[in-house]
């Protein structure tokens, strides 16, 4: 009696066990360049960790060519996916016919567009405060008052994040003078690197590092740089004086809960990379710590401290920002 009463209790837990295996949300990401890019990084940093807590089943592809991205999200969509991240900026057309096609599954995109009813939300990098900060910080450093500025593509995105940059150098030093390229790519370090040498041959000693690259020709150079995105201080740790950096968790962990509770809609998760959501942030100074000025830190905390206590704002600009010099 006792085997069998064993049996049945050893079914009903397996049972149980199986269907709460099932009810593991699954989340699928599509990129078009490889995770190691710093946007994309964001994301799958992100998602990586929702995974190791438990929340969801996680698969990625990287390196998805634009004329694949409608095949791939409607692969992962058909695989049972519930929430497909992932950036669209190239492919808006594709990923939002894609999701007209897959009512039932939600998507989260990166994207210059607006939201897609009934299942197409988009985000983006918001993090034009803690550029503005880290501007400051590089209008305090430079010594030539010219400072370089290498950008992907001059698309909403990577402009709002250069013009803050550049109020928050002139806040503290009125007289700086800024060099602005794009190099028609997101991920093409070697041809960055190239840009920021030539900048520096034109007298360029703080270089605005929007794309993977720059840092490289800063630290051959001698010169500094301020970094995007992500913290590469630790891997240039005499060269990169501070960044701006973006926190995806926010956005990504709202829109898990939402798709888990059943309310996910098409939305502008925009604001949730503000500082105020904890969505960015200015990077510790590090190893620049007690080389930046002590009045120049005093200053950047008093304006962070402002922003987040709502009484200074950020100037959203998306215009391509054009050289000064």
Do not use: C
């Given at each position: 009696?006792?085997?069998?009463?064993?049996?049945?209790?050893?079914?009903?837990?397996?049972?149980?066990?199986?269907?709460?295996?099932q009810?593991?949300?699954?989340?699928?990401?599509?990129?078009?360049?490889?995770?190691?890019?710093?946007?994309?990084?964001?994301?799958?940093?992100?998602?990586?960790?929702?995974?190791?807590?438990?929340?969801?089943?996680?698969?990625?592809?990287?390196?998805?060519?634009?004329?694949?991205?409608?095949?791939?999200?409607?692969?992962?969509?058909?695989?049972?996916?519930?929430?497909?991240?992932?950036?669209?900026?190239?492919?808006?057309?594709?990923?939002?016919?894609?999701?007209?096609?897959?009512?039932?599954?939600n998507?989260?995109?990166g994207?210059?567009?607006?939201?897609?009813?009934?299942?197409?939300?988009?985000?983006?990098?918001?993090?034009?405060?803690?550029?503005?900060?880290?501007?400051?910080?590089?209008?305090?450093?430079?010594?030539?008052?010219?400072?370089?500025?290498?950008?992907?593509?001059?698309?909403?995105?990577?402009?709002?994040?250069?013009?803050?940059?550049?109020?928050?150098?002139?806040?503290?030093?009125?007289?700086?003078?800024?060099?602005?390229?794009?190099?028609?790519?997101?991920?093409?370090?070697?041809?960055?690197?190239?840009a920021?040498?030539?900048?520096?041959?034109?007298?360029?000693?703080?270089?605005?590092?929007?794309?993977?690259?720059?840092?490289?020709?800063?630290?051959?150079?001698?010169?500094?740089?301020?970094?995007?995105?992500?913290?590469?201080?630790?891997?240039?740790?005499?060269?990169?004086?501070?960044?701006?950096?973006?926190?995806?968790?926010?956005t990504?962990?709202?829109?898990?809960?939402?798709?888990?509770?059943?309310?996910?809609?098409?939305?502008?998760?925009?604001?949730y990379?503000?500082?105020?959501?904890?969505?960015?942030?200015?990077?510790?100074?590090?190893?620049?710590?007690?080389?930046?000025?002590?009045?120049?830190?005093?200053?950047?905390k008093?304006?962070?401290?402002?922003?987040?206590?709502?009484?200074?704002?950020?100037?959203?600009?998306?215009?391509?920002?054009?050289?000064?010099?």
């Amino acid at each position: 009696m006792r085997s069998i009463f064993t049996a049945v209790l050893a079914a009903i837990l397996l049972h149980a066990g199986g269907a709460l295996a099932q009810e593991k949300l699954k989340v699928a990401g599509v990129y078009t360049v490889p995770v190691e890019q710093q946007w994309v990084s964001r994301i799958h940093k992100a998602l990586n960790a929702a995974k190791s807590a438990g929340e969801i089943d996680y698969v990625f592809s990287e390196s998805v060519a634009n004329a694949d991205y409608e095949r791939v999200l409607r692969q992962y969509a058909e695989q049972g996916n519930g929430l497909i991240i992932g950036e669209a900026f190239a492919v808006e057309a594709a990923a939002r016919k894609v999701a007209k096609e897959y009512p039932k599954v939600n998507f989260l995109l990166g994207s210059s567009g607006k939201p897609q009813a009934p299942n197409f939300s988009v985000f983006d990098n918001y993090i034009q405060e803690p550029a503005y900060l880290s501007g400051m910080v590089a209008g305090s450093m430079t010594r030539s008052g010219l400072i370089g500025m290498v950008g992907g593509y001059p698309i909403p995105e990577v402009n709002r994040l250069m013009h803050a940059f550049m109020e928050g150098a002139r806040e503290v030093n009125p007289n700086v003078k800024f060099m602005v390229s794009f190099i028609g790519s997101w991920f093409d370090p070697p041809k960055a690197k190239e840009a920021a040498f030539a900048m520096i041959d034109k007298g360029a000693d703080v270089l605005y590092a929007e794309r993977f690259g720059v840092s490289d020709a800063a630290k051959e150079r001698g010169k500094l740089a301020i970094g995007n995105v992500i913290n590469t201080q630790p891997q240039y740790p005499d060269t990169v004086v501070a960044s701006a950096l973006w926190n995806m968790e926010p956005t990504v962990n709202l829109a898990i809960g939402k798709t888990k509770a059943g309310k996910f809609a098409a939305e502008d998760y925009g604001e949730y990379s503000l500082m105020k959501h904890k969505g960015s942030e200015l990077a510790p100074l590090g190893t620049f710590e007690k080389k930046v000025p002590p009045e120049l830190a005093k200053k950047v905390k008093e304006r962070e401290k402002a922003i987040l206590d709502g009484k200074f704002t950020v100037k959203v600009v998306d215009t391509e920002p054009k050289s000064t010099m």
